[in-house]
């Protein structure tokens, strides 16, 4: 018997707001002293009232309007009870019944097919605190209790653990687009509960599901359901397969899943509406002014830059993995257009845009990556960038050099004519000298050149090395090498 995995996601995502969801402490959990961020009314005192944060329900909103979620115009947020020492208050305020949002979808991509993955609902409620375990004690940070979330449930339309990992992944970077939250798994800012359960292939019926609570990697997430498929297929091959619904805690450092408890039903929670909360309105005219807000999402960026730049799809990709990337490429192409005509620009567009991806998306990141910085932090700003690729265009310096000046300009922000210029990196060009450089070099190496002409022709590597050492860097490899290969028919 063939079966299949049936997966599906919740997940929390921590919004990015000044304060708390219902109170004005400040946002900031993870860069507070413990315990100091905290008020009566996040700390669930009896006889406090909570006051909802407008900024939540905007980038809730935004959230939901780029995941093709429908707005509701009422929506009602609930008391989910249920005991933990982390929850000060005994209870959750959340939505239920009656959600911020439901009804969209994310597509995703992998190996060029696309599925389309169903999102139930999104709503919106507040966090817990934080609990930690020190020396055999379990201490808490109030800190973080309140911090307003996204919850956003999927339908079981996952059929791989790859394909949750880029769900996420996707989810991730679209988050960041819109600014509305970190979404970063390993501060927490993104959490995810697993649910998932086995059926034989052609079946339709739903079996009780395996929740697996509280991922923070997606590497966790994708090693999590590829254990749990295994363990329930095997159970299914010797007709155990799970009757009732379980939760169950992942051990990244074993690499498997244990058993925390039965798993409650909604009805366990005794959901019931908030008496302290009026419920939620939101206008057609609060979704169009915040719609209006959302910017240029992933893949129609990667579909204009294709279009627009001739990029492949792979190149768009990587400079659209985020918007800071993405803009630092379109104002370097923007400030390079005011260097050279109109006429030259359209001629040589796909050059030009592929000599300034090649040298971002390679070298610039190689610099970036080994500082561990974000592009928006570095010195160069895109009018000096625009201006080294313009050297490299003229051929006015060559690779070699053209790396060496990157590197001054990375470290000090420096410009790039002022580099060359102190430093005498510009290329030679002129045939006259390289000619006499060439002849220089087979004149002082005739054994090689004879197996050259021997049949070696490798030894051309050997002969532009000389070259380039002779020039300090300086020659035109390509001219050199065709001026040499003249000379040694």
């Known amino acids: ?68 979620l429908k707005i509701n115009s009422n929506s009602v947020f609930e008391r989910k009870n249920y005991f933990y020492p982390d929850l000060p208050s005994g209870y959750q305020i959340s939505q239920f019944e009656y959600p911020l949002s439901e009804n969209g979808f994310l597509v995703i991509e992998e190996n060029d097919k696309k599925t389309k993955i169903g999102i139930e609902r999104l709503h919106i409620e507040n966090d817990s605190a934080k609990s930690m375990h020190v020396d055999g004690e379990t201490l808490v940070d109030f800190n973080r209790a309140g911090t307003p979330l996204a919850e956003i449930v999927t ?14 992944q996707k989810l991730r970077q679209i988050c960041r687009y819109l600014n509305v939250s970190d979404a970063d798994m390993e501060k927490g800012n993104l959490r ?56 169950r805690g992942y051990i990244d450092a074993k690499q498997i899943t244990e ?12 959901y019931f509406p908030e008496p302290d909360l009026n419920p939620l309105i939101v206008s057609k005219q609060k979704i169009q002014k915040l719609s209006i807000e959302i910017p240029e999402l992933p893949d129609e960026k990667i579909k204009r830059f294709v279009s627009e730049y001739i990029l492949t799809k792979n190149e768009a990709e990587v400079l659209s993995n985020t918007i800071e990337i993405s803009s630092y ?49 570095i010195k160069i700003t895109p009018y000096d ?29 420096s410009d790039p004519e002022v580099i060359i210029k102190e430093n005498d990196f510009s290329q030679i060009n002129d045939e006259s000298v ?53 000379k040694l028919k």
């Open 385 to 413: 960038f625009a201006k080294f690729i313009s050297f490299i265009y003229k051929n006015t310096i060559n690779s070699s050099n053209a790396q060496k000046v990157l590197k001054l300009m990375f470290d000090n922000g």
């Open 259 to 270: 058993l925390q408890r039965e798993k409650e039903e909604s009805n366990d929670y005794r």
């Open 329 to 377: 490429f379109e104002n370097t192409v923007s400030e390079f257009k005011t260097l050279i005509s109109e006429k030259e620009y359209k001629k040589e567009k796909q050059k030009i845009t592929k000599l300034i991806n090649g040298w971002i998306t390679s070298e610039l990141f190689k610099l970036i990556n080994k500082e561990n910085m974000n592009i928006s932090e």
């Open 1 to 68: 018997m063939k079966l299949e995995p049936i997966i599906g996601l919740e997940i929390h995502t921590q919004l990015k707001t000044k304060s708390k969801m219902f109170c004005a402490c400040s946002n900031t959990p993870d860069n507070t002293k413990p315990n100091s961020a905290v008020c009566p009314i996040c700390l669930g005192h009896p006889g406090t009232l909570p006051s909802l944060n407008e900024q939540v329900v905007d980038c809730a909103i935004k959230l939901a309007l780029a995941l093709n």
């Open 192 to 247: 995810c509960d697993v649910n998932i359960s086995m059926r034989p292939i052609g079946d339709t019926k739903l079996y009780p599901k395996t929740e697996i609570k509280n991922l923070n990697s997606f590497r966790s997430v994708e090693k999590a359901i590829e254990y749990e498929i295994k363990r329930q297929t095997e159970l299914w091959e010797k007709d155990e397969r799970p009757k009732i619904q379980t939760t």
């Open 434 to 486: 390289l000619k006499q450089l060439a002849q220089k070099i087979i004149d002082n190496n005739k054994n090689q050149v004879e197996e050259y002409k021997s049949g070696k022709e490798n030894l051309m590597k050997y002969f532009i090395g000389i070259a380039m050492k002779e020039s300090k860097g300086k020659a035109n490899p390509e001219i050199i090498e065709n001026i040499l290969k003249n």
């Open 155 to 168: 339908n079981p339309d996952f059929r791989s653990p790859q394909q949750a990992k880029l769900f996420l």
